[in-house]
């Protein structure tokens, strides 16, 4: 049975209209024109208890409008929506100890204090009493390297630091459903790295169940089997980053290194030409040719080496984003 | 209260307790810069001793307060202001501002309980700035010395609780309507002025004039400042008046503040975070 289920799911705000200058500015006073802008149209997916989803889309597609509804924060215009057995927006203290929601842009820990005193007012919110708190402060803090930043103050720790103790004080009460928008924003790779291999390990300790929003495909490809492409507003993907990349772009890319050196016209009839440089060269060809182009390549041309690979899915997905527009 | 709770509420305010000490200086200087009842009371002595029995410590009456009256009112005028001072629309409306108010949202705690903590710990915390003022003002003025009966302290402390919380009340109704508009503090600034001057601030409210006197005691104003005052400093007052108005107010402005956050919480909802 799925613990995130979604059908038709639908967000529209209204917001205001105002034209530029003076002029725009006194129109505006005197007589508001209003607009609704669909930020999500009829989403549906279901998540089964201890998936790790990860939710991709460009700016502005929806995502975070769909994780705060999926938390309870804002009302949907339209659907159905269910989460750990609960209508998120009645926002029900049962429902509010079983989800939490990380923003990376966002700190709920107390920046004049240390994190320490941030997750003592936690434990005390969610009812955790002072011994099972420090176990689960220990544990957690170990599987994400925290130790003596947790007596130091918020505004003293680098961003990585922040990040890990916001993410320790948002799991303390050991929810079962995690949403996480952008939580290794801005960190350094090493940072980056650390994050991914906990939500990975707590996924594995604690089955709970993730959706993750991220900006680095190094995280969605590294955690998430499946992925939700949110792109305008409505659903265009769901399934694995493979599944995906199939359809996003039905090609294997294709590298050759030369033993010299040819014209970008000599590659037309192969297929599409990415890139040529002196010797080493790139081409996507799609799946139903490549064998007969791959054989006619190394027939009529001097190949040292050849290489038949996926293309990077964060090449795909950013040529679908940049073109605004889905095959 | 159960013992979840005791302890919930022990956490949160040694958590903003620790944090108003990290800005000691800051809350020193706000102490500081509610001398206003001194200046008053400099003013206010002028014009009694020129009035009055040329300014001895019991003469004149043409205010219809003598000197000693005057400087144990307005020092009791201070230590009210001191602890009834409210600041939860600035607190929430950049709380809204910064979306910080998102995750408090949540978490299985009603929001206004951190702003409720948060001003307990600031007055924890104002406290010995406010007894090291009281303590130079009776240097300088040893013969207003006095000590309240433990009736009158009482009675005092009880009045100062009630105006805090209307104070608190009537400020967080305000707060709530950052839900609407985001700058909600104007409206604060707004009520500022009938505060000073209907709350007995600026002058006590025996030296209004009758009409005057009688319209400002149907606001809430004097329940919060001048009531309190006068129980402190042993004046004339109606107890059963004055906590009979603040109760009143209280019953008004509680389920209001709570409708108006029910309703605020709802567009939030529906208009995004």
Redesign the interface.
Known sequence: MPIIHAEGLSKTYRVADKQPGLAGTLRHFLRRRYRDVAAVREVSFAIEPGEIVGFLGPNGAGKTTTMKMLSGLIHPSAGRLEVAGFLPQRRQPDFLRSITLVMGQKQQLIWDLPPLDSLRVNAAVYGIDDTEARRRIDELADMLELGEELTRPVRKLSLGQRMKAELLAALLHRPAVLFLDEPSLGLDVNAQARVRSFLADYNRRYGATVLLTSHYLADITALCPRVLLIHQGGLFHDGSLRELSDRLVPCRQVRLELREPLPAAAFASYGELESCDGRDVRLLIRRDRLTGSVARLLAELEVNDLEVSDPPIEELIGRLFHQGAVP | MSS?RL??A???L??QV??MI??RAEIALWALSGVLPFIMLGLWSQVEGSTGAAGGVDGGAGIGLDRLQLARYFLSAFVVRQFTIAWVVFAFEEDSLQ??L????????PPLWRYVAAHLAEQATRAPFVAAIAALFFLLQPWALWLPTPQRAGAALLATILAFTMNFLLQSCIACLCFWSERASALERLLSIPLLFLSGLVAPLETFPPGVRAAAQWTPFPWMIHFPAQLLAGGSVSLAQGFAAMAAWIAVLLPLCLGLWRLGV?R??????
């Open positions: 979840g302890r919930l022990r956490v949160l040694g958590s620790a944090t990290e800005y979306g910080r998102s995750p408090y949202l949540l978490q299985p705690l709802r939030y909802s529906a208009m995004g975070a």
